[in-house]
């Protein structure tokens, strides 16, 4: 079973940054992509960011482009998502999520860190 904790949530002001981790761990599992997620209180789930865990190619869900931006470390199974110029509307618990291939959804979830951006 596939384990993720995320770390490095917080509260900043806006146009401040944070930087938050994903640990992957729990036996042998293959890593397709790696991502971040978000909810906002009152909204659904939306896609951040994910890193295509082979070539590391990245994509950006278009509210955080240019500003948010994702990595990995192999050697960790730990993906990162350091954010800049950070907005109010930024406000959220931000859930770590990996995909195991192409033909499988992002199924294992992590538990999630709270992220607050102050006007």
């Known amino acids: 079973q596939v384990q993720l904790v995320e770390s490095g949530g917080g509260l900043v002001q806006a146009g401040g940054s944070l930087r938050l981790s994903c640990a992957a761990s729990?036996?042998?599992?293959?890593?397709?992509?790696m991502g971040w997620f978000r909810q906002a209180p009152g909204k659904e789930r939306e896609f951040v960011a994910d890193?295509?865990?082979?070539?590391?190619?990245?994509t950006y869900a278009d509210s955080v482009k240019g500003r948010f931006t994702i990595s990995r470390d192999n050697a960790k199974n730990t993906v990162y998502l350091q954010m800049n110029t950070l907005k109010p509307e930024d406000t959220a618990v931000y859930y770590c999520?990996?995909?195991?291939?192409?033909?499988?959804?992002?199924?294992?979830w992590g538990q999630g860190t709270q992220v607050t951006v102050s006007s």
């Open positions: 729990g036996g042998t599992f293959s890593i397709w992509r």
């Open positions: 999520a990996l995909r195991r291939s192409l033909t499988t959804q992002y199924d294992s």
């Open positions: 890193i295509r865990w082979g070539d590391s190619r990245t």
